[in-house]
């Protein structure tokens, strides 16, 4: 079991509590996995209660960028959880690639049509996925397809909120629980924009230019040719400051960017649902 470090509230201890029990009932899991905060605590839990019967799946398709693979990587080896990738084809169909605005249930369709297979091929029971308590008051059709999938989250469940997720992760000593929240590269497009592997490569590109500069959180919105920059508020000096703006304008040029602009509102995750 992962040593507690740190203290929580009673009411996080009792969460916490609950769903070890919850997940050691369930005999065997698969747990789909993507190296975010809150699934890489559903991964551990599972790893803690339940060894060799719990097995963590990561979805791969050019809308996960390759640095977030192998941050997944890492924090898998460090549970000591075995790890299976799977490459999805979400692309391939109309309702994801043409981008309507449930094209989060196209993608969770793809991916647990693949966690569903496995899992019944390998001999776990069940999936599992990360979706925490706030997840269910933003839009995301996604969570539908999981449900029709037989998905249990169970973060949602025992209404752990993202502030507990971090906290819970912290406590237990956990490197990755500040990390920031990375959804996919599709998400930078507005709906109806269509989505293909050369404009998430240019994105991808952008975004990893961007933070080896030494800003860690950033989105590159993508409409059209047209890419609009989006930091934290409180990196904008750092941003002014530090970052050559005629240097960025080329490297997103060559990248196929016919017009580079910076969002003065500031990073503001789920901006597009607006």
Not at 30 to 55: H, M, N, P, R, W
Not at 84 to 104: M, V
Not at 224 to 234: H, K, L, S, V
Request: charged share 25%; net charge positive.
């Amino acid at each position: 079991m992962f040593n507690q470090l740190e203290i929580l509230s009673n009411e996080q201890n009792e969460k916490l509590y609950t769903i070890r029990s919850y997940i050691k009932n369930l005999h065997s899991v698969c747990v789909a996995y993507s190296g975010g905060v809150d699934s890489t605590l559903v991964t551990s839990l599972a790893f803690e209660q339940l060894g060799s019967k719990a097995i963590a799946i990561t979805g791969v398709s050019p809308a996960l960028a390759k640095t977030l693979l192998e941050e997944a990587r890492s924090q898998a080896k460090w549970i000591g959880i075995k790890h299976l990738e799977i490459e999805t084809s979400e692309l391939d169909h109309i309702g994801y690639s043409k981008n309507p605005k449930d094209r989060c249930f196209a993608c969770k369709k793809e991916l647990h049509k693949h966690t569903t297979f496995l899992s019944t091929k390998l001999n776990y029971k069940i999936v599992l996925d990360g979706v925490n308590l706030d997840d269910l008051a933003d839009y995301r059709p996604g969570i539908e397809a999981a449900k029709q999938a037989g998905v249990i989250s169970p973060l949602a469940k025992f209404k752990f909120t993202k502030k507990d997720i971090r906290d819970v992760s912290k406590a237990l000593g956990f490197p990755w629980w500040e990390k920031p929240a990375q959804p996919c590269l599709s998400s930078r497009f507005p709906y109806g924009d269509e989505i293909t592997n050369k404009r998430l490569k240019m994105v991808e590109k952008a975004e990893e230019y961007l933070k080896k500069g030494g800003i860690s959180e950033v989105r590159v919105r993508c409409q059209g040719t047209t890419a609009r920059i989006e930091i934290p508020q409180d990196q904008l000096e750092n941003f002014f400051k530090n970052y050559d703006f005629n240097k960025i304008v080329q490297y997103f040029s060559n990248l196929g960017f016919n017009c580079t602009s910076l969002d003065l509102e500031g990073l503001i995750s789920g901006k597009l649902n607006r």
